[in-house]
């Protein structure tokens, strides 16, 4: 059944959720939206997401206390677990919550992108080596191992530093830390307050791709919007090669977010917390609580900056195994890793002042715009890149941050294409052989481990990455910068 709530468009690229709307989830508790809801779509992509629950999501999420501005979602919106997937909410920071729904289960699920000096000429006779010697030196697939194992006094250094320890270490350059978000790791992070358990189930993972969505992707670049804001992210030409990787915590993030789960339920009947939905649960983010949470997300999320780290570093070796070159001079420089699924306290001018509050983005990316000072300075007066990956058979795009962004979506954007059917549904409908076939036709070589993946995450699956960037790019939160197509895939 199609959402039918009270909305209106605004304009070409966005649809108001009106503050008097109430679903009966609402009426139960008595609760009413404190702010309005703002979903990114043109026409077509609204008749796509109201066949789901997601408005209503988007509705919930404006329930909760101490929310600033408005209940936001990206075109990319899907039904998730509290939060929909593509939303982004900001919380005051003396009077608002933290809600580990608003981040998910995969804390920082993100995407770091790999230029080359490469061309497509260069590495067309060893694509399938390339792709073979990938899929053999980064571990993948549901419960996958990584490479190392980590002693406990290790963990704690990972979750303690993220990419910081894996460079120390050996794994990668010190530049790469510069072309991280947070510079690879939040400063103020507590391990003491992540579980055994979490550590236990993030120990042996470490360096590994997973399942799902996740992917690592050779491509090449199709298309150049941007000439002068791609040479300062390093792309130069049509053909040029770049690598993806899309990958987060893995079972440490997951175990983390089911421990706080049940911490904040406690909590938040603690506090007497109005929720319309459960899986909204929450504390004051000012709150110890709230606060341990904070710090355990943080954990989680630097669990997963070293995790891409390490398996770009095994990228490049793969590469150099292949085509008996060092990376440095094949010029393998991270543009850019960013994050999905994260809460961080920023500081925004809101209302012609400037207010520290906690931002939600799940699935959803930073977008900050021109001049910011979190931004590589080598990036700073062109915006922050913003990496926005495909659906192994589309396109990937590199957009750039904007002050747009900043003003609207507390400097946020989209995170891909989003899924239009359930997982189940697709494997009925796009048979693995059939995926198989459909890209090979197109010039593309997956290697997968899981066939039943494979089905699940068909291309067919998934909402169409053009029309999600068209409306990032003409609502003005992101501009295009770059188009890649997909060369070749390693999926879990």
Known sequence: MSWNGKSRRLDKYKVEIDQS????????????????GL????????????TDNSPDQVANVATLPGIVGRSIAMPDIHHGYGFAIGGVAAFDADHGVISPGGVGYDINCGVRLVRTDLTFSDIQPSLRKLVETMFNNVPSGVG????????????????????????SNGY???????YIEERGAFENSDPSVVSPNARKRGAPQLGSLGAGNHFLEIQQVDEIFNPEVAAAFGIVEKGQITIM????SRGCGHQ????????????????????????????????????QYYKAMQCGA?????NRQMIMHWVRESFEQVLKQPSPRMGMHLIYDIAHNIAKLEEHEYEGRKRRVYVHRKGATRAFGPGHSEIPERYRQYGQPVLIPGDMGTASYLLVGTEQAMQDTWGSSCHGAGRRMSRKKSTKEHPADKVFADLEGRGIYL??????????????????????????????????????????????
Not at 30 to 35: A, E, I, K, P, Y
Not at 245 to 248: F, L, R
Not at 302 to 306: E, H, I, K, L, R
């Open 21 to 36: 709307y109430q679903n009966e989830g609402m009426k139960r508790h008595g609760l009413t939206m404190s702010v309005p």
């Open 39 to 50: 979903v990114y779509a043109d026409d077509k992509m609204w008749d796509t997401i109201v």
């Open 144 to 167: 996958s191992s990584g490479r190392i194992k980590l002693s406990d006094k290790q963990i704690e250094e990972v979750l303690a530093n993220g990419a910081r320890w894996a460079v």
């Open 172 to 178: 990668g350059w010190d530049e790469d830390l510069e």
């Open 245 to 248: 990787i899309h990958t987060g």
């Open 256 to 291: 983390i977010c089911t421990d706080y789960l049940d911490h904040m339920r406690r909590a938040q009947k603690k506090y007497d917390i109005p929720l319309v939905d459960r899986e909204l649960t929450s504390a004051p983010v000012a709150s110890p609580e709230g606060q």
């Open 302 to 306: 630097n669990f997963a900056w070293a």
């Open 447 to 492: 290697r997968a481990k899981s066939r039943r993946c494979v089905a699940e995450e068909a291309p067919g699956a998934y909402k169409n990455i053009e029309s999600v960037i068209d409306i990032s790019h003409h609502s003005g939160i992101a501009r295009r910068v770059a188009r890649m197509k997909p060369l070749g895939v390693v999926k879990g």
